[in-house]
């Protein structure tokens, strides 16, 4: 029946684990040793390579992917509206404290004026209208520091006016953030839907979007997703709200309820709220995600050491532990696997990290799930079965789960109810099954019904499936989770205790 499964000589952490793709990770050998190193999900990130690069990228993707059968998704994240310096002569100009700036509109290369000022241009010329007096305009990750000094005498002259409080040497495209200021920009920038319609045409399984401040910019996705044919139904690919601005964090509630999964995205994050309150920010995420029901990633700087290290520091072992402790669904790595010496170790050492905080956490917690908010009438029903299931996983003590989830419905819930036993979520659908790969303790196994229609079929594959992956002994309990008929969506009905090696239980004892 399995037309493809997973590989799972070892137990796969339930925690995910994101890399992004780049030079160092690239080539066939180093995919497979990522994806045979705990890789679920492959980020590609738009902010750096043409489009012809990231579909030579996807297609080695899929290819090694499917010759290992291996359900792997992978993520488009569109770089957004970000607001960058204009041209500057190499070496760059370096600014120091006390210094006046000038912003300008059509600098076609930066210099330093007569009087001392240093004038640049900018990507997104209407901060000049957008900054008002005593706002901070922050470089290079916020390790250049001004204080906009003018407003309407300066924009009527057509620059902003800034004084340098912390210098520092900038160079050609170095990002700008403005975390004070009322920033109008479109959500998506013409690269951004260039950048959308190649996702869709492309098959990508998730698409985020950056610098989100409403739920309306994940409405503006969406709406152009719908465009392409690419959001509703089945063929929908999943939006991914990356929160990254303060706004972001204020209206987290409603972007939860319009996503479809977050992203904790500290690096401008940090940039743009004082750096003591991003450990802040990121708990009311993630409590937002669980209050939701959506898969939470936690992003930047996870184990930064090893791009060029063999070993993580502690405090980034910690940090990642931490990220687990606090629901993340899923933890990411950028340039540790893009550009890093070592990709396949730094995954490795993810997923032990992963390992051990997950096998502290079950031991010590066993807290009851809550139903998600702002479910639907099909959606509750599907909830409230998960959550009978985790209280008959856990009164049984079961080794696994097993359920049939053709559009991944089942497969989210489960996945949202933190039960202690490993999932199994099977679907006939590829597209689905690659997207689960992002679910937290979801292992998707791709597989058409059986031929006969008898669930009792279904319950003899999931057998042999965790006896040949090693999880379960003769003896042990397994929970089965499936409706009639198997492959249609939303017919989750019905639940059934299997005994490993005892012909009589599953839904064995129920379907002949």
Same mark, same amino acid.
């Given at each position: 029946?399995? +037309?493809?499964?997973? @590989? ?33 999900? @492959?980020? @590609? ?32 994240? !569109? ?80 620059? +902003? ?82 929160? %990254? ?38 708990? +009311? ?17 996870? !184990? ?28 990411? +790595? ?103 790969? !992002? ?8 597989? %058409? ?64």
């Amino acid at each position: 029946m399995s +037309l493809t499964c997973p @590989f799972p000589r070892e137990m796969p952490s339930r925690t995910k684990l994101v890399a992004t793709l780049g030079p160092a990770s690239e080539s066939d050998e180093m995919l497979a040793k990522l994806i045979l190193a705990g890789v679920s999900v @492959f980020r @590609f990130n738009f902010s750096h390579g043409s489009l012809e690069e990231h579909a030579e990228r996807l297609e080695r993707v899929r290819a090694v992917a499917k010759q290992l059968q291996a359900n792997v998704a992978v993520m488009g994240d !569109l770089q957004g509206p970000k607001i960058r310096v204009g041209k500057v002569p190499p070496p760059g100009i370096t600014l120091r404290t006390g210094q006046d700036v000038s912003i300008r509109r059509a600098v076609p290369e930066a210099f330093v004026a007569d009087d001392g000022t240093a004038v640049f241009g900018t990507t997104y010329e209407q901060m000049i209208h957008e900054v008002r007096a005593g706002q901070r305009v922050l470089v290079n990750d916020g390790a250049i520091r001004m204080l906009a000094i003018e407003d309407a005498e300066a924009m009527a002259r057509g620059e +902003l006016r800034c004084r340098v409080t912390v210098g520092g040497l900038v160079t050609s495209s170095k990002g700008i953030n403005l975390p004070e200021s009322d920033v109008r920009a479109p959500s998506l920038t013409e690269r951004d839907e260039v950048c959308v319609r190649f996702a869709a045409e492309h098959g990508f399984d998730y698409l985020a979007i950056s610098f989100v401040r409403t739920a309306d910019d994940v409405r503006v996705l969406k709406r152009l997703l719908e465009d392409c044919g690419k959001g509703k139904g089945e063929d929908r690919i999943p939006v991914i709200a990356k929160i %990254e601005k303060p706004q972001a964090v204020a209206n987290i509630d409603e972007i939860a309820k319009t996503a479809h999964a977050l992203m904790v995205a500290r690096g401008d994050l940090g940039v743009e709220m004082d750096i003591a309150h991003t450990p802040i920010a990121q708990r +009311l995420i993630l409590e937002a995600a669980k209050r939701y029901g959506k898969p939470a990633i936690v992003a930047t700087q996870m !184990l930064e050491s090893m791009i060029k290290s063999v070993m993580p520091t502690r405090a980034e072992a910690s940090d990642v532990a931490t990220a687990i402790f606090a629901g993340a669904s899923a933890v990411m +790595l950028s340039g540790e696997t893009a550009v890093g010496r070592h990709p396949a170790l730094v995954v490795e050492t993810m997923r032990r990290i992963a390992l051990e905080a997950e096998a502290f956490t079950i031991e010590r917690d066993s807290v009851e799930p809550s139903l998600p908010a702002a479910l639907d009438a099909p959606s509750r029903r599907q909830a409230a079965l998960a959550h009978g299931a985790w209280h008959l996983a856990r009164d049984l003590g079961v080794k696994a789960v097993a359920c049939w989830s053709q559009t991944g419905g089942m497969a989210r819930n489960l996945s949202r109810s933190s039960m202690a036993a490993p999932v199994l979520a099977y679907s006939s659908d590829f597209r689905w099954t690659r997207r689960m790969a !992002l679910l937290s303790n979801i292992t998707p196994i791709l597989a %058409e019904p059986p031929s006969t229609g008898y669930l009792a079929d279904w319950t003899d594959q999931v057998e042999a499936d965790l006896m040949d992956f090693g999880w379960v002994d003769p003896g042990d309990h397994v929970l089965l989770i499936a409706g009639k008929p198997l492959g249609a969506p939303q017919t989750t009905s019905a639940i059934a205790v299997l005994e490993v090696g005892n012909r009589a239980t599953g839904f064995r004892a129920h379907d002949r």
